[in-house]
């Protein structure tokens, strides 16, 4: 298993503005991934995090709304930019051991609200 | 593409047993994942199914059957701390990803 934090844990913003969330696991890992997530609802993905070149966005999710960073094998950013409400949603970042992406691990997510 | 069919809801009494099933379409197919997530908590990988046949771990058991593209978890001797959603994921053989179901909400009335 991976120990995975994520910070912040919640925040309220206003629309217009970026957050930068952050993702920290306790080992190094290859894959990392960001996903979306509403409320009673499923997850989304919206990019794989690649150490060392630029993220893999899903159909739907773009470079210049959801910027990635993945500096290294512990640890990656999901900003999102210019926000407005439907931006409100739980956002979770995951990691899968190299040989086992079906067995991913996790972090508690960022709880986003835009006013 | 690729779709999962899961129930929305399933309601079971404590002490019971539950299945949940799970279909999919995809273009290639690797493995079915189930997934635990509580209210307000984050998803835990409960089992994988990569061929035929019934993975058993403690009271939670997973199905595959790669030939009906169809899979189910089974729950046993239900707690009430099963009450919780659960995702079936898949991973189509192309991609580096895998796809959540919608969820069902499994609520245990005592």
């Known amino acids: 298993s991976a120990v995975i934090s994520q910070k912040p844990s919640r925040d309220i913003c206003q629309r217009g503005t970026s957050l930068t969330i952050q993702c920290q696991v306790d080992?190094?890992?290859?894959?990392m991934f960001w996903y979306r997530q509403q409320p009673g609802q499923s997850l989304t993905l919206i990019a794989t995090?690649?150490?060392?070149?630029?993220?893999?966005?899903e159909s739907g999710f773009v470079i210049d709304k959801f910027p990635i960073s993945r500096p290294n094998l512990t640890f990656s950013t999901l900003t999102v930019s210019n926000m407005s409400p439907e931006d409100s949603s739980i956002y979770l970042c995951s990691v899968a051991r190299t040989s086992g992406i079906y067995e991913q691990y996790f972090g508690p997510g960022t709880r986003l609200t835009v006013t | 593409g690729q779709s999962l069919e899961q129930p929305s809801e399933v309601t079971a009494v404590e002490g019971a047993i539950v299945q949940i099933n799970c279909t999919y379409q995809t273009s290639g197919f690797y493995g079915l994942s189930w997934y635990q997530q509580h209210d307000g908590g984050a998803p835990t990988f409960l089992s994988y199914?990569?061929?035929?046949g019934l993975e058993e771990t403690g009271r939670f058991s997973s199905f595959l059957s790669r030939s009906d593209s169809y899979g189910y978890l089974l729950l046993q001797e239900l707690q009430m701390k099963d009450s919780a959603s659960y995702f079936c994921?898949?991973?189509?053989?192309?991609?580096?990803?895998?796809?959540f179901g919608s969820g069902t909400r499994l609520s245990i009335r005592p």
């Open positions: 994921a898949v991973r189509a053989s192309s991609a580096s990803k895998i796809i």
């Open positions: 995090a690649n150490q060392g070149s630029e993220a893999t966005y």
């Open positions: 080992s190094q890992v290859t894959m």
């Open positions: 199914n990569a061929l035929d």
